[in-house]
């Protein structure tokens, strides 16, 4: 509709759910719709890590054998391996690729989820750095990769995107 002139676009787990079946699950035009129409925007991969579903006994029996957390009585969460991450990250390529405006991408580094953070449940930290490396590989040379020194969740994290987003539009505006 043209409403935004350049999102940050903090949680982008609807794609793990489109790729593996969870319930919030994206349709295929997730990351493409403001890219194609050259809108600039900030992408983090937050809740990227894990594929949301629902009550323990509906997980699909391939899923049952990774790491999972009944977040509430209706919603459990399964950590990706770090296969599923690099086909994660491949799709977030395809996708950002298509992009005819300015696109960052910030990586926390500190964990993606509440639960993947040092000492939780879903920390996999080779998953994670087979996630950035294959994004890192797949997006064309203009699209950038800042890693940020801490979790999603945390303060600093987001002083951090701040400051990129403010970066993208004045450099946006500029152009």
Do not use: C, W
Not at 10 to 15: E, F, G, L, V
Not at 45 to 64: A, F, K, M, S
Not at 107 to 116: D, E, H, L
Not at 148 to 170: C, G, Q, R, T, W
């Amino acid at each position: 509709e043209g409403a935004l002139a350049a999102p940050v676009d903090p949680s982008t787990h609807q794609i793990t759910d489109e790729i593996f079946g969870g319930i919030h699950a994206s349709d295929p035009s997730r990351l493409l719709a403001g890219g194609l129409k050259g809108v600039p925007r900030l992408v983090v991969p937050g809740g990227l890590d894990l594929i949301t579903l629902r009550e323990p006994e509906t997980v699909p029996e391939i899923y049952r054998s990774q790491p999972f957390v009944r977040h509430n009585p209706h919603i459990t969460l399964v950590r990706l391996t770090r296969d599923q991450m690099v086909q994660v990250a491949e799709v977030m390529a395809q996708r950002l690729n298509q992009a005819t405006a300015p696109v960052i991408v910030a990586i926390p580094a500190g964990g993606y989820s509440f639960y993947n953070r040092d000492g939780l449940h879903f920390r996999d930290l080779e998953a994670d750095r087979a996630f950035v490396q294959t994004l890192r590989t797949g997006l064309k040379p203009g699209i950038p990769v800042t890693e940020i020194n801490s979790h999603v969740n945390d303060p600093p994290f987001i002083s951090e995107i701040l400051a990129l987003f403010e970066n993208l539009v004045k450099a946006s505006k500029s152009s």
